[in-house]
């Protein structure tokens, strides 16, 4: 049939469309070579004219299975697999006089951390804490956002000043409590700007010994805990805010409270379900220090009416 339509075409005075043979067993030059054999074909025939090829029940088929061939995955050897970057450990050393001397001498270890530097996954610059040694709350963050980085200090940006108003409405000051984060460098990303991610569990467990020696320097009567992701790396939990919080925890011996993080209210802003919720954990932290609580400061988003 292809023989008569060339001729008709001749006949009809139309151009040729010259029609390649096809390879001997195409079926089994398909399925048993790679593609690169199939294109290199192709092109040939392309080279000397042709612009179609005739594909007979067999080559189809040949076709069909290649195509499935090609879209099943192919297992990689364990050993061809990237390997991750070891963990490296160590232990943070608290050593000096007192407590300004002893957090002096954690930020100087963090400086060039081992365990974070050896990720490879964290941007250079180190954010240590801020706040009170002596201070009867601890506050802990997952890890320094693009603000933070800048500053070289924590909760300086919009969730800084959320946390500086909660604080307020506590009756304390930024300065009466000590702030710090699990990660002490802010989490990297490709061609990074003033975008942030959370860390990852490898850079929690990496940065978890100097949290845990500040923890032992500072010696709170209680600790806070921002968010899912550093209940996660510093308490062990999981699951969400909402299981997590309204209960207390217990780290290194302390209780501990996990809350929703400053940013999280950022963004439900509208939501006053989310508020009372945090303040609910404020307040409860008040009454196990023994702080006074107003009416006025028991009534805070609650619904009116």
């Known amino acids: 049939m292809g023989s008569e339509r060339r001729r008709q075409g001749r006949k009809e005075g139309k151009s040729e469309a010259v029609v390649a043979s096809p ?3 195409l079926y089994e030059w398909v399925v048993t070579r790679s593609v690169d054999s199939l294109i290199d074909f192709l092109q040939a025939e392309q080279a000397r004219g042709r612009s179609h090829v005739f594909l007979d029940e067999s080559a189809r088929e040949g076709l069909r299975e290649l195509y499935i061939r090609m879209r099943k995955p192919v297992a990689v ?5 990237p ?9 943070a050393v608290v050593s000096g006089s007192g407590k300004s001397e002893q957090l002096a001498g954690l930020r100087k270890q963090a400086e060039s951390w081992a365990p974070a530097r050896a990720l490879g996954t964290l941007r250079e610059k180190m954010v240590f804490a801020t706040g009170n040694p002596d201070a009867e709350i601890m506050l802990v963050g997952e890890a320094p956002g693009y603000n933070e980085e800048k500053e070289g200090e924590p909760f300086v940006g919009p969730a800084g000043q959320k946390l500086n108003d909660i604080l307020k409405a506590m009756g304390l000051r930024r300065e009466d409590v000590y702030i710090s984060n699990l990660v002490k460098f802010r989490p990297s990303l490709p061609k990074q700007t003033t975008n942030n991610r959370k ?3 490898e850079e929690m467990t990496a940065c978890l010994p100097l949290v845990i020696a500040e923890i032992s320097v500072v010696q709170p009567k209680l600790i806070i805990a921002l968010g899912g992701t550093t209940a996660e790396g510093l308490l062990g939990l999981e699951g969400t805010v909402g299981s997590m919080r309204g209960k207390w925890h217990e780290l290194s011996g302390l209780p501990a409270r996990v809350t929703y993080h400053p940013s999280y209210l950022l963004q439900n802003s509208g939501s006053n379900d989310v508020k009372r919720a945090l303040w609910e954990d404020m307040l409860a932290t008040m009454e196990k220090l023994g702080m006074p609580i107003s009416e006025k400061q028991r009534g805070f988003f609650l619904p009116k009416g």
């Open 77 to 81: 050897p364990a050993a061809e697999a």
């Open 199 to 201: 860390p990852s569990p």
């Open 83 to 91: 390997a991750a970057a070891p963990l490296v450990k160590q232990d």
């Open 23 to 25: 390879p001997p067993r």
